[in-house]
């Protein structure tokens, strides 16, 4: 249904717009009683073997939504009935920020993509918090940033500000260095600025009674020199994980007329995802698999994800998927695992 009638229906709208209706008419419909329980009948699928233990978190299965989606933490508990395993909320600033000026998302249809130059628009971690207050038992990964006015060289206090403030409220945590939306952002990549906002945030989770996971969020446009550097870096702080990848800035090789593709901003789905891969590839034999990889990246149908994980990760994310396949390719994707016995070697 929702490739035949919905899709086309909401295709024909701005991506933005869509968003936004999605979400309100989610809220609406779940509030139907008994309409959350059909619609996890329809579409989860759950099974002891899709089970993940993983930087000391219990996943109830590898297939999670990706950050972008679900910005502001205002659908967690109704997405998760679509059968996610986890879902990651974000990025998150300390302070509220209005993003990039409209039109920011372009579908790139023929190229089974999406392009997006947001800039992490957001209502800001507080409004988030007061959400998260509502969780019903969802795994919840908390993707943080720096404000687009905080200068990188102060950039470590707004990841730190963000951590301190979510701590009770997430499962683990993602330091987001690597969209192309916020200008300069990208350079917090590099081993300098990077080590002091890891240092800092380590320190902070030190003070805890119970350390969370961190991860960081790379770029699919890096070198391997760029990732050997992370890898160091991640190793040397005893950082929990590498989340492989971001959107990316390369235009190559896709079919969509010329006035899309030139559009400026991060460009996701299909697309990226031999890039994606290929990092993974390169993360999981530089690591010897002791690093927990979280693939991310054109995960369009069981297939990829079957891929993506043989690639190395322990954990996939949709995002672009979902909204071209629908919630009905978590489920397929879940199957799949278990008939490809994938949880053998995880």
Do not use: W
């Amino acid at each position: 249904m929702y490739k035949k009638i919905i899709k086309p229906l909401l295709f024909s709208l701005d991506p933005e717009i869509v968003h936004d209706l999605s979400f309100f008419l989610i809220k609406i419909f779940f509030k139907i009683p008994g309409l959350s329980l059909l619609f996890r009948k329809i579409y989860s699928f759950e099974n002891p073997l899709l089970e993940r233990e993983l930087m000391g978190l219990r996943f109830k299965n590898p297939v999670g939504l990706a950050a972008g989606f679900d910005k502001n933490a205002e659908l967690f508990n109704e997405l998760s009935i679509f059968g996610f395993g986890f879902i990651e909320i974000g990025t998150l600033t300390p302070l509220p920020q209005k993003g990039n000026p409209k039109k920011r998302i372009f579908r790139l249809v023929d190229d089974y993509g999406l392009i997006n130059r947001l800039g992490f628009n957001n209502k800001g971690v507080g409004y988030a918090i007061e959400n998260l207050k509502k969780n019903k038992n969802i795994l919840i990964g908390g993707n943080i940033g720096k404000n687009k006015n905080t200068k990188n060289s102060e950039a470590f206090k707004d990841y730190e500000s963000c951590y301190n403030k979510l701590y009770p409220y997430v499962d683990y945590f993602v330091i987001n260095v690597s969209s192309p939306n916020t200008p300069n952002l990208r350079d917090l990549q590099e081993k300098k600025p990077l080590e002091l906002i890891i240092r800092n945030i380590n320190l902070s989770n030190q003070k805890q009674k119970e350390k969370k996971p961190i991860l960081v969020k790379i770029s699919p446009d890096i070198n391997n020199k760029q990732i050997d550097d992370i890898i160091d870096i991640v190793k040397t702080n005893n950082i929990d994980g590498i989340i492989a990848t971001n959107t990316s800035v390369n235009r190559d090789n896709l079919k969509s007329e010329l006035d899309l593709k030139n559009q400026k901003g991060g460009l996701s789905g299909k697309p990226i995802f031999s890039i994606s891969n290929d990092i993974i590839r390169y993360i999981y034999r530089k690591t010897q698999g002791k690093v927990p990889i979280i693939g991310v990246g054109g995960i369009m149908c069981p297939d990829d994800a079957i891929e993506k994980l043989k690639s190395g990760a322990s954990l996939i994310q949709l995002y672009t998927g979902f909204i071209y396949e629908g919630p009905s390719v978590i489920k397929k994707i879940n199957k799949r695992i278990i008939e490809e016995k994938l949880f053998k070697i995880t």
